[in-house]
């Protein structure tokens, strides 16, 4: 199954927020979800912090990875089409005539 980059980043905000043990606000930033920890000891407040900052960190992995994996696959591609060509070139020469493999 193919995931795409909101996709992905989602799963992992929807993952952020269960293991927060509660609901994250939509306020954007670091404090969308320290509302619900005010009034809480300042170490609560670091652990909620740095579980968001995980989530950040996890995310920008994620999208390294789905980079890595699309420049492997346009490589492959690129082989792929590669050798197509290399085949046309000998089949034309051996054929002595102009040949188009793949073309439809």
Not at 69 to 81: G, P, T, W
Request: proline content about 0%; cysteine-free.
């Amino acid at each position: 199954m193919k995931l795409t980059k909101s996709q992905l980043k989602q799963i992992i905000k929807e993952e952020i927020i269960k293991e927060a043990g509660g609901h994250l606000g939509n306020f954007g930033g670091m404090a969308g979800g320290l509302g619900s920890l005010a009034g809480r000891k300042g170490q609560e407040l670091d652990k909620a912090e740095m579980q968001l900052k995980k989530g950040e960190l996890d995310i920008k992995i994620a999208e390294v990875q789905i980079k890595q994996q699309k420049l492997q696959m346009d490589a492959a591609e690129a082989q792929v089409d590669a050798q197509l060509k290399m085949a046309e070139l000998q089949l034309e020469r051996e054929q002595k005539r102009a040949v188009a493999i793949g073309a439809t």
